[in-house]
């Protein structure tokens, strides 16, 4: 079955610095890859897509890697600030796009 | 600009009693209407999708089903509440374009079966 892995351990790092979330999956072979964020208590946000064909995209201080021979999405945030403490996301989906599975998601607590 | 608005926020419900969660899409048409649940710790689980009014596709067997009365209206609903329902709900809307889908949440129904 299909299945999306992002680390269950949660993220600390210092403010200022990069932080870098793994995304991996089996058996599938999405079209698309999105990133969201989500605070507690409230519904995700989107943050950005990369399609199979993409390498890498950027957007401000964030940037996602998209690798499909090694199956893994890498997220990064560059000079992270405590603002970006979250839950992050990571979400699949097939040409067309209706359904979309999603990751549990990694907790990111960054430290002032 | 496209809103979404789900409801209620917050309840509280026994087991075994009925469950209504609405939600509705404002300022767009024809979209794909989503219904998923995440446990606490867990991911999102995609329960229900719709791409028009009557067209309902379940993804988990369980005792919840969905209704779409409208084109901007969605439902939840159970006849009899299970304590393994218990969850944060939300809905969700995208209009399919096939070159990439963002989803775009409401702010979710927090419901706890006691």
């Known amino acids: 079955s299909q299945k999306i892995e992002q680390n269950s351990e949660a993220l600390n790092i210092q403010e200022g610095k990069t932080a870098t979330l793994t995304c991996n999956y089996t058996n599938y072979s999405p079209a698309y890859l999105q990133w969201y964020r989500q605070d507690p208590g409230r519904g995700p946000v989107f943050l950005l897509l990369?399609?199979?064909?993409?390498k890498e995209k950027r957007k401000e201080r964030l940037k996602v890697t998209f690798d499909t021979t090694l199956k893994q999405s890498l997220f990064h945030i560059t000079a992270s600030q405590p603002a970006d403490s979250a839950t992050y996301l990571c979400?699949?989906?097939?040409?067309?796009?209706?359904?979309?599975?999603f990751g549990a998601g990694t907790r990111l607590f960054v430290k002032a | 600009s496209q809103t979404i608005h789900q409801w209620p926020a917050t309840l509280v419900q026994p087991v075994g009693s009925p469950l209504s969660l609405e939600c509705t899409v404002e300022?767009?048409?024809?979209?794909?209407l989503y219904w998923y649940r995440q446990a606490a710790g867990r991911g999102l689980q995609l329960l229900f999708y719709s791409v028009g009014i009557g067209q309902i596709s379940s993804e988990v067997p369980q005792n919840l089903s969905a209704s779409r009365p409208q084109d901007r209206q969605f439902i939840l609903s159970s006849k009899k509440l299970l304590l393994s329902d218990s969850g944060f709900y939300l809905c969700?809307?995208?209009?399919?374009?096939?070159?990439?889908?963002?989803?775009?949440f409401g702010e979710g129904s927090w419901l706890t079966v006691v």
């Open positions: 979400a699949l989906a097939s040409t067309g796009g209706f359904k979309t599975i």
């Open positions: 990369i399609r199979e064909n993409e």
């Open positions: 969700a809307w995208i209009i399919p374009t096939g070159s990439g889908n963002t989803i775009y």
């Open positions: 300022g767009t048409s024809n979209p794909n």
